[in-house]
């Protein structure tokens, strides 16, 4: 079992950065491939930026790439969402993920959290 909590949410204008975090308790971080997954509304959730256990695999939504960046500090049991170059279609509710196992950067979640709120403003 893994407990994920996510902050750095907010408003913010179009072109402008966000850094997300996700805070992880339970079982040793290593365990899990982490990933980070968005919904917007009235659409599915869908997935945006993966690592694996070590950080040293990751992967992305080609919406996202060269915008957003994934990270992995698993001293700090801690994932982190980088986001570049914010456009008004990235407004969603940003969900942190996880899976046990050795899997690679993308991967169906076991665990998910709670979200956390982006809105850009055009």
């Known amino acids: 079992q893994v407990q994920l909590a996510e902050s750095g949410g907010g408003l913010v204008q179009a072109g402008g950065s966000l850094s997300l975090s996700c805070a992880a308790s339970?079982?040793?971080?290593?365990?899990?491939?982490m990933g980070w997954f968005r919904q917007a509304p009235g659409k599915e959730r869908v997935f945006v930026a993966g690592?694996?256990?070590?950080?040293?695999?990751?992967s992305y939504a080609d919406l996202v790439k060269g915008r957003f960046t994934i990270a992995r500090d698993n001293a700090k049991n801690t994932v982190y969402l980088q986001i570049n170059s914010l456009k008004p279609e990235d407004t969603a509710v940003y969900y942190c993920a996880a899976k046990f196992g050795l899997d690679g950067p993308t991967f169906t979640p076991d665990y998910w959290g709670q979200g956390t709120q982006v809105t850009v403003s055009s």
């Open positions: 339970g079982r040793p971080f290593s365990s899990y491939a």
């Open positions: 690592t694996n256990w070590s950080g040293g695999s990751t």
